[in-house]
């Protein structure tokens, strides 16, 4: 190549940088007035497209400032209900929190929260399902070592993989009883299983890409334990640029003092990981587009 | 929680499984038939949403068999023009290929093509630019070591981190002349570099995340090698669900065979990777959305 | 914090830029020298500690230079046996290939070459085995619609998730009986099963994961087809810094010059993906180490 | 192929799963007991090869119960000290933190410690450095806009890539003066930069194949805040199967409770993302393997 016969790049006609970044400015400086308005972080269908399913609005509390409330539009189709780890190892008789001799009333309680949500979100809307389930393989090999030996000590010999006395099998372990998600919010055809061996599920399943194919760019999240894989679940999306909503009501830990202070993490500087509201209200929310849910 | 109090869940009614299914293969059924009238992969607004920059056809080759020949559909604010690995380090003088032997007119050829198509998008139109970069840190600590001695053995004593006889700086290293974006197709200001320490780039960069955020859906590509670094990026992005352009003259390999190959490679069983054109064609169809580009 | 108070940061006593640098490049000098003598990629204990398994030697061809030959050294316990995607749908009657029209010779004439391999590895070695496959859920959910639509296109009108005459169920559809691996090759209890939506597995998968916990250094691939599923999969354990070897008799691909490409573009640069052997040769070197195996 | 010229698989002599699974808990039994002697979770080289630095141990806090304490064993060439977001926009006056009315006071108490161990590890030791910086690209393109639009109502107005008045530069920025590491801990020759657009680092960016490439395997975590970038960097970590050990004086948040409940939550259930330990107690443990250091 003789550099003599190459025309020289022209004189861009346009600074990207500033000018994309204008352009951002401007329309979230529009979205703020909005907002300031509405009250409302109205389905943004500039960014994604119209919608899809039906919008509704749900209340969140806390937002921008602590006892301020606002509202969150959502597009039903790009919504995914998110029920994370509702196995028997975490609230169910004789799994493992049971057997670590947790308050399982603690971990149990979102159980009502979610099944009422799941049951209206079942009937007639259009609104995606996603379940997740931690465990590992029957032969371990998915479990990091540091996770399996701290198990063990803290379980005073008994830890992942291990059958507890009085247990259903072997704890957090893929194909076991109590590693399943209990009846009451088994999963129905048509909604997607997550399995993770860690308490995040980004980094290791096809959720990113499911999420990206479904066109999903809202999550509601419930699920336990509020402050380990709930938590680290919304943190990978909201990194990502999902907008999620935890259901306080549908989520819980095994120590209340971590579930408040989970609650109130996700809430910081204006929603740091996304909303807070309840089963209630956001069921209120999908029942004033689908109304004749029964 | 009494299990006797708790609603059972209800029938659902639907079926998400295969209603999901049907819908898709609905859609997909109306898209082939579309396509048997047009011979166009139309940008598909039922999946992204409206166009926001100005829809334009790309002839493509070989598609959907071969001595077909067939376009795909551009929106052009979700379309980014990728440059890959023009670097002096592997198509310009005293760069890493030039100094193993290996001969200089094949990487270096893709050098005009590319430089027209920037010439041409970078006026007036909106189609993003990303350039990438492969290197490693000074220290070489993020060189996977079989990658480091494999270089050291084939350049017979000097490889990645050494500096060659001849040579600009030490080769495949951030930071070092030989390393860096040729002049003639340097970025501009707004243009996106990514830097990679591996032939790939999705796995270790932020890339899918400035993807994800400009809301791109296709990528039209080019650089170099075709067979290596130009086919796993390729790769990569397809399976992530990017509609893929590859620019035939606008890619070379370090051997001609494999240039050939990477090109057939990709238009197989109807494009398993994408689909090929070339920088006229790209610039024909950007020119017929956006007349006024000088 | 007054900065008055802060004592400043001392000079440090080293640079670990360049001391790094510098002890990368004389380990690598090292092993240099070690190979012109004796032709082998030793196993790095330096790297990875000592072995937990056998060490055994497998011949190499066309490295580092085409024409030459050498050895590269295995640690039995740190290396996986990679099968991908031999599945009734690429290489089975009725399958997917076969339904398309392709020659069911070149992507079944691995199936023999595979068996012998495992043969052998499952009598009395420590080699992990691991099977992958490709394929969506039921409801395509995972499934990229541009992979979708072209599939449909070149199968006029029958494509991923519809069932063609003659088939044995939907193609590519987790679940049915075309999807799942071929009788001969089935995985065994304690084999390792990745399923996945793309070509690659590494970024939609706990492969990653599997592979670090089970301490796996190298990967001994194999499968179909060579330049699509197998390669992906290699580059992106390449980009990881695992020592791929591909057995070149265990894959083959729909069109033989893509195949031979594809083993090709491997070699290149002394090995730009890694390395190829055959099942043969493989087998020897796990007898080396293994002589009692049946 | 003909099946019945193919022998049938080999009936295996061995079941890898439970194999496997008691190879796992034998292994984990035995460090059970080591540790309920030693009260110490040894730096284990049966599964990561000898050490390559110094072995040294270091005291940690309500561990395995709260009340308790035991000790976790380093082998300093394989650990990394991580300093996470000690920016000016999160503990500098003019930043970010400080715009927006927070107590500068809890962001910048972790300064000095943070230096106390700098200043320490720089001069003798071959502990590896990462320093993380969050911020976005000038034009905000790895910005997603729920972040943009939060930050902006929050901040009545004034959020992410705007400059506030009396500050320094675009808040969040990457390349303004505000963004960047404060003097006092700023990064060395030989350290390593992660530049990542989220609160967490190993999915956008090479922190992963850095860690891996070094051989990485235990992790000092510092910084802020603690709540938000620090508890999502060492979730992902723990994921993956890092030993994290945070330095709790060395962590700080904008709200004090959300701290205090932030290192409690990694204590729970024997030390569900690592453990927690002091900056004085950590550098004891270093001095105790490089008394020499000034």
């Given at each position: 190549m003789t550099k003599e016969k190459m025309p020289q790049p022209p004189t861009p006609n346009r600074d990207f940088t500033s000018?994309?970044?204008?352009?951002?400015l401007k329309r979230v400086e529009k979205d703020y007035e909005e907002f300031k308005k509405t009250k409302t972080f109205k389905f943004p269908a500039w960014l994604y497209g119209p919608p899809r399913g039906k919008l509704f609005k749900v209340e969140v509390e806390?937002?921008?400032?602590?006892?301020?409330?606002?509202?969150?539009?959502?597009?039903?189709?790009?919504?995914?209900?998110?029920?994370?780890?509702m196995q028997i190892d975490f609230c169910?008789?004789?799994g493992y929190v049971d057997v670590m001799g947790y308050d399982l009333g603690l971990t149990s309680a979102p159980i009502k929260?979610?099944?009422?949500?799941?049951?209206?979100?079942?009937?007639?809307?259009d609104i995606k399902v996603i379940h997740t389930r931690e465990g590992h393989l029957p032969d371990l090999s998915d479990a990091p070592y540091n996770k399996v030996l701290r198990s063990k000590i803290i379980g005073d010999g008994v830890g992942i993989g291990?059958?507890?006395?009085?247990?259903?099998?072997r704890l957090l372990t893929r194909g076991e009883k109590n590693w399943d998600i209990i009846d009451d919010l088994y999963p129905m055809p048509g909604e997607y299983v997550i399995d993770k061996a860690g308490k995040g599920a980004f980094g290791q399943s096809n959720m990113p890409l499911l999420l990206k194919n479904l066109g999903i760019t809202h999550l509601v999240?419930?699920?336990?334990?509020?402050?380990?894989?709930?938590?680290?679940?919304?943190?990978?999306?909201?990194?990502?640029?999902?907008?999620c909503l935890l259901l306080k009501d549908g989520t819980g830990a095994t120590d209340y003092g971590n579930y408040q202070a989970a609650i109130k993490q996700i809430k910081m500087q204006g929603g740091v990981f996304g909303w807070v509201?309840?089963?209630?209200?956001?069921?209120?929310?999908?029942?004033?587009?689908?109304?004749?849910?029964?």
């Open positions: 000018a994309a970044r204008e352009e951002v806390d937002c921008p400032r602590f006892g301020d409330k606002a509202w969150v539009e959502f597009d039903s189709a790009r919504t995914a209900f998110v029920s994370i780890d169910g008789p004789k929260p979610i099944h009422y949500v799941l049951h209206n979100i079942r009937n007639g809307t291990d059958i507890p006395k009085g247990g259903l099998g999240i419930t699920g336990i334990t509020t402050d380990v894989c709930v938590h680290t679940i919304m943190r990978e999306a909201n990194d990502y640029g999902y907008w509201s309840d089963s209630k209200k956001f069921i209120d929310g999908v029942r004033s587009a689908f109304p004749d849910t029964s």
